[in-house]
């Protein structure tokens, strides 16, 4: 005896035991069977088991045990080293349109349902108004966002798939970290309602290869599911499940489309399969949040292939909505085939992933400027020193403008021109100097505008409006 020692409660080491069958006789195993998993006929199930050497040894040698795999605990990936502090380093949903070439026209994501498995949705942010939303929480801690990482990945989906039904699958809980017992519910939910979604994105993963993990994944896919998945933020190798075989895996570039240092390579298990941007990305903040670095309203600013990879699930949704229902080795092949490559850069896997190209549009060649219209919805409002005009999202470069002419119009309300003075930008699309028109209402009572959440980045002013094309 240990006089004056407190009992110290051995702890039991957790796993996960895979199966190619039922797991009810792990309940008369030597262990405590704490949850189970039933992936299907065609993927077997898991348990989550807690026991010691010698049961594990045990269990190990069952013919019906297809491995014993350590209860890893996994957090959210992202860069907070890798973005900027200089305000105007900030990559717009218009600069992935643009490097992407991603078309805003009739194929909108409409018809496709996208699951984000991730840290859940804050609904309330602009950038989701009007779109369909289902939260699926497998962690305990309810609905909600209170890390914001999967307010920012859903943002970015549904600024590119502005029609996309969305589903939040939420495995992260308060403390911004999981288990690999709450990744498999997480699968569990994907392969019993495979009839509920289309494309499925994973801006998270391991920091070590799961053999199991991968077959799971891999046997979802072959269900015809498209999976979407960060490559990784290790500058290095990744784990599951980017390196499943089946895995869509996307690297992290920058706006001008060079690699990041820290995006993830495993040329041993196909890894990545194309690159999206991923460099100080401008992405949607969820309310009470601190995720990346602030910017005007509810935005933020973040680095990681947890960014990249939700662009391209929003590409594949508007692909399916143009192409209707493609298998998934068809569609990761169509933006494989299509990529642009990055001369000398094997890290870029087949290259940046180019929309048009990939749904047949045209591209795979250097993006062309975005075309700038002559004229664009804004809401003006008149200040006691000066004017305040709410533009829609990057519609103009940062840098100073003067207002050239201001007249009211009838149809269209007050109508202004106006010519840039200095800045790095001109004005978007081709480089003009020349004056462009705004249109507007009086008195700030202005028209909403056509992307939904609208911004002037330079002035750090934001609106909300209504619209089919999501929003900055």
Known sequence: ??????????????????????????????????????LGDSVGAAAYVECDSEAEAAIERDDRVLAVEDNREVSIPTEPEAVSQAPEDVATIEDVRRLHDVSSGDATGEGVTVVAMDSGIDTSHPVFDGISIRQVDVTGSGEGDSVGHGTAVLGQVTRLAPRAELISLRIFGEEGSTETNVIMRAYEWLHA??????????SWGSSERSREIDRVHNRLVEKGIRDVVSAGNSGETAGSPATAKRAFGIAACTEEGTIADFSSYNPNRDNPDVAAIGVNNRLAQASGTALGEDLPGPWTKGSGTSFSAPEVAGMVAKYLSARGNT????????FEETARDIPDQPRDGAGIADYAAAVGEGGSGPPSPSPRPEKANAIVQDLIAHDVIYLEADWLDAGEYRVRERATDGDAGLVIAFERLSGDGGNRGNGSDE????????????????????ANESAGRTTSGSGADGGS
């Not at 020692?5 to 006789?25: N, Q, S, T, W, Y």
């Not at 495979?194 to 494309?199: F, I, N």
């Not at 004056?435 to 609208?454: K, L, Q, V």
């Open 435 to 454: 004056g462009t028109e705004a249109d507007g209402g009086d008195d700030g009572s202005g028209g909403s505008g056509a992307n939904g959440s609208s």
């Open 327 to 334: 298998p998934p080795d068809q569609a990761k092949a169509d």
């Open 193 to 202: 309602n495979t009839d509920a979604y289309d494309v499925v994105n994973m």
């Open 1 to 38: 005896m240990c006089l004056g020692c407190e009992d110290i409660k051995a702890i039991m080491p957790e796993r996960i035991v895979f199966l190619d069958g039922r797991p009810e006789f792990l309940y008369d195993a030597d262990c405590t069977v704490i949850e189970t998993y039933q």
